[in-house]
């Protein structure tokens, strides 16, 4: 049975998370509207969860894995359709438009190197950098243990400091350090 505060914890939940679970599911998926579909969705199947009385330790690591599943369904449900071949045919993210060609230019060359990286390295460097997740909640996430989180999050790093030694005006990049707290 459900109780006032599980509902609380649940509203907070989404008022706290949501930006953070849509960046993740954009970063993952390319496109604004499949990654708002995503974070609906996980948050009404962990709602639904929560109304059936079962009991789950770590909400924000809880929604973040429904979305994490959510997405992976999807990729194979239309595994026929790479993402490469869309981009081949002229497929386009759907970033918005920046103030300054030089910010563009950064970002569409992070971008490209952030998506060259293993997707199990490019998925725990923006669980922990971008969305600010901690690493045993990371692991919950991936269903991985924090020793494997962690050091995917390094080597992830790591991988970025090789692949991308300096931006498209010569600066050198300032990347996080390899955190793993």
Do not use: C
């Not at 429904?66 to 993210?93: M, P, T, Y």
Request: overall charge negative; aromatic content about 8%; glycine content about 4%.
């Amino acid at each position: 049975m459900r109780s006032g505060a599980q509902d609380e914890a649940y509203l907070k939940l989404y008022d706290e998370q949501a930006d953070s679970v849509f960046r993740f599911a954009y970063f993952k998926l390319l496109d604004r509207d499949r990654a708002e579909e995503v974070t609906q969705e996980a948050f009404v199947r962990t709602w639904e969860y929560l109304q059936a009385g079962k009991p789950v330790e770590n909400l924000r690591a809880f929604v973040y894995r429904v979305a994490n599943n959510i997405i992976v369904d999807q990729f194979r449900k239309k595994r026929e359709l790479s993402l490469d071949a869309l981009r081949d045919e002229g497929f386009d993210a759907g970033f918005e438009p920046l103030v300054g060609t030089d910010l563009q230019m950064d970002v569409a060359a992070v971008r490209k190197v952030i998506d060259s990286l293993d997707a199990k390295y490019r998925d725990a460097v923006l669980l922990r950098h971008v969305n600010g997740i901690s690493v045993k909640e990371i692991a919950v996430i991936l269903g991985v243990s924090e020793n494997v989180a962690s050091v995917r999050i390094h080597r992830g790093i790591e991988k970025l400091r090789l692949l991308m030694p300096e931006d498209v005006t010569g600066r050198k990049k300032e990347l996080p350090e390899s955190d793993t707290q």
